[in-house]
Nanobody, 123 residues
Framework: QVHLEESGGGLVQAGSSLTLSCAASGRTFSRYAMGWFRQTPGKEREFVAAINWTGAIYYVDSVKGRFTISKDNPKNIVCLQMNDLKPEDTAVYYC?????????????????WGRGTQVTVSS
């Protein structure tokens, strides 16, 4: 089994920055992709960014140039640096692991999920 735990959420003003972290523990995989998704009440979970074991990265257009995903292999941590936050970035942010290693934007492709961390951006 895999355990994912997010941290770093909070309440910030528009234009501020936050860094989310996702700590992974348990079983390891030689090929994997780690993704960040976000969800607001009444809406489907939305893909934000993903990084795989090769270091390949993919972002949703709405966060390109503002968010940066990175991984620290020795510590099994994936981070999402979020700059110039906007009120529309407000959501619960989840990290997820796909054992296929594919940089998928589809939540169904991810096998393991964290519980999420709330990010609230005030205007």
């Amino acid at each position: 089994q895999v355990h994912l735990e997010e941290s770093g959420g909070g309440l910030v003003q528009a234009g501020s920055s936050l860094t989310l972290s996702c700590a992974a523990s348990g079983r390891t995989f030689s090929r994997y992709a780690m993704g960040w998704f976000r969800q607001t009440p009444g809406k489907e979970r939305e893909f934000v960014a993903a990084i795989n074991w090769t270091g390949a990265i993919y972002y949703v257009d709405s966060v390109k140039g503002r968010f940066t995903i990175s991984k620290d292999n020795p510590k099994n941590i994936v981070c999402l640096q979020m700059n110039d936050l906007k009120p529309e970035d407000t959501a619960v942010y989840y990290c997820a692991l796909a054992t296929t290693g594919v940089l998928s934007t589809q939540s169904r492709e991810y096998n393991y999920w964290g519980r999420g961390t709330q990010v609230t951006v005030s205007s």
